[in-house]
């Protein structure tokens, strides 16, 4: 059996159609929410906007990850890296499918800006991957890096008993910890400064917009 190479312009289709379905249809998801068997815990109105707007900032943070993976995709240089980037995006689609659920839950919706995140995520995760492979997995695990530290922050600022959003952003951060270490073992580099400074400024940006808008 021939197995058919895809061209340029094969992939950038295959992204275009992947970019729709990331910011406007219904996520793919390969495994079942970790949330899928715990009982939903009582939250008052203002916990509920609260835990809402964090699960529509790590909505965002996927919809921007899913971007990233693909600019870095479309102009990796190596077919492995290529085949790594979109086997993790395949991942963080999951990510995303758990959060899309969970803010239906909540009675709410994803961010409004989801097409700008994307667009601009995508653009940045293409230079990154025109600066070589080893720079693209560098920003992978500078990516990672920063989103652990902030699940980390979201989980401290759940409501205690909300343990159905606590189940779904644990499992993401232990993907996020292997994540980085699949690009380091990869050969990804320490991003120089000021780059993983202006990194966390512009997420800061994103996730103030986010848990409002």
């Known amino acids: 059996m021939n197995v058919r190479t895809l ?13 729709l379905e990331t910011v406007a249809g219904s996520p793919e998801t ?3 929410s970790p949330a899928h068997n715990i009982a939903e815990a009582e939250l008052d109105d203002q916990e509920r906007r609260h835990v809402a707007g964090l699960m529509r900032v790590n909505h965002t943070g996927e919809v921007c990850a899913q971007a990233l993976y693909d600019g870095q995709a479309a102009l990796a240089r190596k077919d492995e890296n290529r085949t790594h980037l979109l086997d993790a995006a395949a991942e963080e689609s999951d990510h995303l499918a758990w959060c899309t659920e969970r803010l239906h839950e909540l009675e709410s ?43 980390a922050d979201h989980l401290d600022k759940l ?29 990804g580099i320490k991003l120089p400064f000021p780059i993983p400074q202006l990194m966390h400024a512009s997420s800061m940006v994103m996730k103030t917009v986010a848990y409002r808008l």
């Open 159 to 187: 409501p205690a008993q909300d343990e159905r959003s606590r189940a779904v952003l644990q499992q993401m951060q232990e993907d996020e910890v292997r994540h980085a270490q699949n690009a380091l073992d990869r050969g």
């Open 7 to 19: 061209t340029p312009l094969d992939r950038l289709l295959a992204g275009f159609e992947r970019a």
């Open 109 to 151: 919706q994803p961010s409004l800006l989801n097409p700008l995140w994307y667009v601009g995520s995508y653009a940045i995760g293409a230079l990154a991957a025109l600066a070589g492979d080893k720079v693209s997995l560098g920003f992978v695990m500078e990516t990672e890096k920063q989103v652990e530290a902030h699940l």
């Open 30 to 32: 390969h495994r079942k």
